[in-house]
């Protein structure tokens, strides 16, 4: 019985002991069982895969997705045909961040970017990686609030541990005065160690002049780029493309 025994749920146990007596007439999610050993079998797989699925849903969270919901399987490649699906499905299995390799994600607004990194870090967390998803402006408040609260040490730590780092909408908003310095700290403790997936709405040749410190975003691209993955997205916006047809419907 010490199989049963680690089971938890006890009705369910308790269902299994009861089929003992009534031979195999006791149903259990409408498995019929041979045995005492089936039936422990059945149990026991079936708690790996409870607790594998409660490991799964607390990788989730701890990602922090905007949209938890993303999956490269509602993503319409056929509205910017041009652009390299297959390189999306290259990054799919994560191949990449068993090689400690990056990518970057460029585009116009609405093109799919944060969709598609967001489907990348789905992909990872079923494949047993921890991710860590957060907007450039959030990550680096967070830096900022870690440094008030005397944790920085313990923030970059985490940020650099994490297997695979998705910096969001990159470009977006603007960021402070010491942006340039914090995120090439970041992508130097993660250089070649674990995977960084970055998306942004500039142009690589604009990001000198967005942070203000070319130097610093020199260096932080060699390493991005090193063992990167580009992916061009676009050129024809969503949400552009859904405002429009909502103002047709409008008349």
């Known amino acids: 019985m010490a199989l049963a025994c680690r089971v938890r749920d006890p009705d369910r146990k308790g269902k299994v002991e ?5 031979a195999q007439r006791t149903p259990l999610k409408g498995q019929r069982f041979e045995s ?3 039936a422990q079998a059945y149990l026991v797989s079936d708690e790996l ?10 990788r989730r969270k701890q990602a922090e997705f905007r949209d938890a919901h993303k999956t490269l399987d509602q993503f319409d490649f056929n509205f910017n045909p041009k652009m390299n699906r297959s390189l999306v499905f290259d990054l799919a299995p994560c191949a990449f961040i068993g ?5 970057l994600f460029l585009g116009p607004g609405g093109t799919g970017k944060s969709h598609l990194a967001q489907a990348i870090g789905q992909a990872a967390i079923q494949q047993n990686y921890r991710v860590m998803y957060r907007e450039t402006h959030v990550l680096l408040d967070h830096l900022a609030e870690a440094v008030a609260e005397g944790t920085r040490k313990q923030f970059m730590e985490s940020v650099a541990g994490v297997p695979l780092l998705i910096i ?12 340039a310095e914090d995120l090439l700290e970041i992508i130097m403790r993660r250089y070649e160690r674990a ?6 709405n500039r142009p690589v040749e604009d990001w000198g002049k967005l942070l203000g410190d070319v130097a610093a975003v020199t260096a932080m691209l060699d390493r991005l780029l090193h063992h990167g993955h580009v992916l061009k997205c676009g050129p024809r916006s969503w949400r552009t493309k859904l405002a429009a047809s909502a103002a047709i419907e409008g008349h």
């Open 18 to 22: 009861s089929g003992v007596g009534h």
């Open 195 to 200: 995977s960084t997936l970055l998306t942004s």
């Open 49 to 58: 895969s409870r607790r594998s699925e409660r490991l799964l849903d607390r």
């Open 99 to 103: 090689k400690r390799e990056d990518a």
């Open 168 to 179: 969001d909408d990159f470009g977006m908003r603007k960021l402070p005065h010491t942006a």
């Open 36 to 38: 005492l050993e089936e």
